[in-house]
């Protein structure tokens, strides 16, 4: 059951998951190496874009890298969460038939999380969306991704309180920077504070909104955790944009037994240590 699942996203800081962006990477072949890779690392999710071929390329590689552990004698966790991005721009403006055609997929009971990007200020065109979305996938979880870039306070905090209308218990928060900044501090600090609005204007403001947990998103590496414990900042996890954790592979993605056990000891202690 889905509520089990979220419990994997409750229990702490430490989920981390690894996500492709909401466009996703052309390439199939590098999204199956990465995530093959990502699994063996050990991370809690993978989060894709919301499309049939990259859940099917997604599934054969968690299923490769649970033989690769065996052989490597590696412990992962074998069954990371499986989020699905949706962006509100990218079906805003067609029929709901032609939403559920896109989407109807993701029905999947493989997909546990329904990730929703909010990428326009269109609040009310949004809601309508939103609706068919979080109707469509009732039995799974809804995470929805946001930033003050994107949506006033105000608009984030009635935003949360309608998903929750919906989703109850299996209710995400993703929150981003605004991506504005050459220097990442101001980025992580924008993101710190936003989680920050959050918690005290959401989560705090009733005891029915106390336990759901929030994920620090697009993030670079773990400098926005240590800003968060000292700004004491209660969260839950942190997704890594997949270009970071890509600049540790080869090109070709080819290794050795002795280079897998390599790579996987670099990316946790760089990311999930």
């Known amino acids: 059951m889905e509520n089990n699942k979220i419990d994997i996203i409750k229990k702490n800081s430490k989920f981390y998951k690894l996500d492709f962006g909401i466009d996703g990477l052309d390439n199939l072949d590098?999204?199956?190496?990465?995530?093959?890779?990502?699994v063996l690392?050990?991370?809690?999710?993978?989060?894709?874009?919301?499309?049939?071929?990259?859940?099917?390329?997604?599934?054969?590689?968690?299923?490769?890298a649970k033989t690769k552990a065996k052989e490597l004698n590696i412990q992962i966790n074998p069954n990371p969460l499986i989020f699905a991005s949706i962006g509100m721009n990218q079906i805003s403006n067609l029929d709901n038939n032609k939403v559920l055609e896109k989407i109807e997929f993701?029905?999947?009971?493989e997909v546990n999380i329904i990730d929703i990007h909010f990428n326009e200020i269109d609040f009310l065109s949004n809601m309508k969306k939103l609706d068919l979305i979080c109707t469509l996938f009732k039995d799974k979880i809804i995470s929805v991704n946001l930033s003050r870039k994107k949506l006033s306070n105000i608009h984030m905090i009635d935003l949360l309180k309608r998903c929750f209308n919906y989703s109850k218990k299996n209710l995400?928060?993703?929150v981003e920077g605004l991506r504005l900044y050459e220097n990442s501090f101001n980025d992580i600090l924008q993101a710190v504070s936003t989680a920050d609005i959050i918690?005290?204007?959401?989560?705090e403001s009733s005891p029915k909104y106390k336990k759901i947990p929030i994920i620090f998103g697009d993030c670079k590496n773990k400098d926005i955790e240590k800003l968060a414990f000292k700004c004491d900042v209660p969260f839950n996890g942190i997704s890594f944009f997949y270009k970071n954790i890509k600049s540790f592979f080869k090109n070709n993605y080819s290794y050795s037994i002795e280079e897998i056990n390599l790579l996987i000891s670099e990316i946790r202690l760089n990311y999930l240590d």
């Open 30 to 38: 590098k999204t199956y190496s990465l995530i093959i890779l990502a």
């Open 41 to 64: 690392t050990g991370f809690s999710g993978i989060d894709i874009t919301a499309k049939e071929e990259i859940l099917k390329t997604t599934l054969r590689a968690i299923k490769k």
């Open 106 to 109: 993701l029905k999947n009971d």
């Open 172 to 174: 995400v928060i993703e």
């Open 199 to 203: 918690n005290k204007q959401f989560i």
